[in-house]
């Protein structure tokens, strides 16, 4: 069974920072894609930064120059490292993956989502 699980979500103060982190496990064979994903009460689900394994990286326009994507697909581990935080960023995160797993199918997984407030 594949997952992907994250954490480190939380309450913070306008202007402050966190980090979130993904970890994936089970029969994967291959990391394709790793990101993460934002919802807010009453609002679609949004893509806030996605990277590939074969180089690339997505921001939305909303977090460009605040929030950094990372990881390791070999390692099955990836971050958000978010700064500057503003109350608009207030959401659940979750974190995404597409993923080629050992009997060779390709499909995307989500995490639970961890909660980030931030109070102005």
């Known amino acids: 069974q594949v997952q992907v699980v994250e954490s480190g979500g939380g309450l913070v103060q306008a202007e402050g920072s966190l980090r979130l982190s993904c970890a994936a496990s089970?029969?994967?064979?291959?990391?394709?894609?790793m990101g993460w994903y934002r919802q807010a009460p009453g609002k679609q689900r949004e893509l806030v930064a996605r990277?590939?394994?074969?180089?690339?990286?997505n921001y939305a326009d909303s977090v460009k120059g605040r929030f950094t994507i990372s990881g390791d697909p070999v390692r099955r581990t990836w971050y958000l490292r978010m700064n500057s935080l503003k109350p608009s960023d207030t959401a659940v995160y979750l974190c995404?993956?597409?993923?080629?797993?050992?009997?060779?199918?390709?499909?995307?997984?989500w995490g639970q989502g961890t909660q980030v407030t931030v109070s102005s």
């Open positions: 995404n993956a597409i993923m080629t797993t050992r009997v060779g199918e390709t499909a995307e997984y």
């Open positions: 089970g029969s994967i064979l291959r990391i394709n894609a």
């Open positions: 990277m590939f394994a074969g180089g690339g990286i």
